[in-house]
């Protein structure tokens, strides 16, 4: 009886806290997806725009049986990491994007680098500590961005978890050559999606959809295709197609995953969730004549320029369709490299690859939880991952991209 009395008085606290509730808590640490943990009356919460061993003041915008969500209306004691955001709409009522910018760069990297470590404990059950390593300047360098409209044709972004438009006329992590403000100062259709991409050789695309709608957007002022220029090689990049944000970013990670993989001529490679061919297009001339590399991607949009960009390499070989189901029909691989999107690969492509026996893989990750995740079905199947760096390539965001090596310790 006693026992059902505390049940029922901690689930009460729990149920009493409401949206527009505000009170003052203590940050314990940072979390996975950019929010911090705070507790009041038991209860646990979500918090944004926070440091962890700030007091701060905050006020509840969401509620849930296991969790709630809340935001910083006012900082008590500040974190000596806490800086002025550069960019003015950086703030609880603003855009939704950088929710980092009140957060020295350092320990944006530090925070990081706690994220991936709480991920591989808890779901790899694995202790590991990687540095977050530095890219470029933490402004002006997104190459594209995703934006929409108001009713009225403002341009901006969306608030945090708000399908809310907050106009927005500057952009500071937007490349400056991309020239935002002059498409802010514009007068938009109402209710739009804009997709905006700027190329290596400097040509701006702009696509334009209505956002009430699922049907893609369609190119309606620059190239449809982009050039892009990695290493020395040229790759055609559609519109519609994926290509890394960060200007730097594929120059860094095809550094890093030629390292890893150790590509040796002859060699067969898989490049799984390959797009255009970033991957690929620097394995060529490790391989040789003898190699072969086999890209496997879903878009079409995507295979098509991979098409384009290797239509006279004899060494490469496109498949589109689904990884987990394209993949059984492979029977062997020396290297395999993913890039896969932020769910991950999962058990079924892990479970494939394994089958292939390769002597090593490269698994490039955007989301910590689903490496840890499925670095785990990797030790299952006899490979483990014997190293990993992570790079920031999302400054002012709580997003980081990881690079891991597994290689076969044992027969499965």
């Known amino acids: 009886?006693?026992?059902?009395?505390?049940?029922?008085?901690?689930?009460?606290?729990?149920?009493?806290?409401?949206?527009?509730?505000?009170?003052?808590v203590t940050i314990?640490?940072?979390?996975?997806?950019?929010?911090?943990?705070?507790?009041?009356?038991?209860?646990?919460?979500?918090?944004?725009?926070?440091?962890?061993?700030?007091?701060?003041?905050?006020?509840?915008?969401?509620?849930?049986?296991?969790?709630?969500?809340?935001?910083?209306?006012?900082v008590v004691k500040p974190s000596t990491d806490r800086v002025s955001a550069p960019c003015q709409f950086a703030h609880r009522a603003g855009c939704g994007g950088c929710d980092f910018q009140h957060i020295s760069l350092e320990r944006q990297r530090s925070l990081k680098?706690?994220?991936?470590?709480e991920q591989f404990s808890r779901i790899a059950k694995r202790e590991?500590?990687?540095?977050?390593?530095?890219?470029?300047?933490?402004?002006?360098?997104?190459?594209?961005?995703?934006?929409?409209?108001?009713?009225?044709?403002?341009l901006g972004?969306?608030?945090?978890?708000?399908?809310?438009?907050?106009?927005?006329?500057?952009?500071?992590?937007?490349?400056?050559?991309?020239?935002?403000?002059?498409?802010?100062?514009?007068?938009?259709?109402?209710?739009?999606?804009?997709?905006?991409?700027l190329s290596t050789t400097g040509d701006r695309t702009i696509a334009t959809?209505?956002?009430?709608?699922?049907?893609?957007?369609?190119?309606?002022?620059?190239?449809?295709?982009?050039?892009?220029?990695?290493?020395?090689s040229n790759l055609e990049v559609s519109q519609r197609s994926f290509w890394q944000s960060h200007k730097l970013a594929p120059a860094v990670l095809t550094q890093v995953v030629k390292e890893f993989a150790d590509v040796k001529v002859g060699d067969q490679l898989l490049d799984l969730y390959g797009g255009v061919g970033l991957f690929t297009s620097q394995f060529l001339d490790l391989i040789g004549e003898s190699g072969r590399v086999d890209l496997v991607e879903g878009s079409k949009s995507?295979?098509?320029?991979?098409?384009?960009?290797?239509?006279?390499?004899?060494?490469?070989?496109?498949?589109?369709?689904?990884?987990?189901k394209l993949l059984p029909r492979f029977t062997r691989a020396d290297v395999i490299v993913l890039d896969p999107p932020r769910e991950g690969a999962g058990r079924e492509v892990v479970m494939a690859m394994a089958q292939l026996k390769p002597r090593s893989i490269v698994y490039v990750a955007c989301d910590p939880a689903a490496?840890?995740?499925d670095t785990t079905y990797l030790s299952e199947v006899g490979f483990e991952a014997t190293k990993i760096r992570a790079f920031d390539l999302f400054p002012m965001t709580h997003h980081i991209e990881t690079v891991a090596l597994f290689t076969r310790v044992k027969v499965s």
């Open 1 to 24: 009886m006693t026992s059902n009395g505390a049940d029922q008085s901690k689930s009460a606290e729990r149920v009493a806290l409401a949206v527009g509730d505000r009170f003052a």
């Open 28 to 74: 314990e640490k940072v979390a996975h997806g950019g929010h911090f943990i705070a507790r009041h009356l038991g209860a646990v919460i979500f918090v944004r725009h926070a440091i962890p061993g700030e007091e701060v003041e905050i006020e509840i915008t969401g509620t849930g049986s296991s969790f709630n969500r809340a935001d910083v209306v006012r």
């Open 113 to 117: 680098e706690e994220v991936i470590t």
């Open 128 to 154: 590991i500590h990687v540095s977050v390593e530095e890219v470029g300047p933490p402004l002006g360098y997104r190459t594209r961005f995703n934006a929409v409209t108001t009713r009225s044709g403002d």
């Open 157 to 197: 972004f969306k608030q945090a978890r708000s399908n809310k438009v907050v106009p927005v006329s500057d952009c500071r992590i937007l490349q400056p050559e991309i020239g935002y403000q002059e498409l802010s100062a514009r007068k938009w259709k109402g209710d739009l999606r804009v997709e905006v991409s």
């Open 209 to 232: 959809g209505y956002t009430r709608d699922e049907t893609p957007v369609r190119t309606s002022e620059g190239p449809d295709v982009g050039q892009y220029s990695i290493n020395g």
């Open 302 to 324: 995507a295979t098509a320029d991979a098409l384009r960009n290797f239509a006279n390499s004899k060494s490469v070989k496109v498949h589109t369709g689904d990884v987990a």
């Open 371 to 373: 490496l840890a995740r």
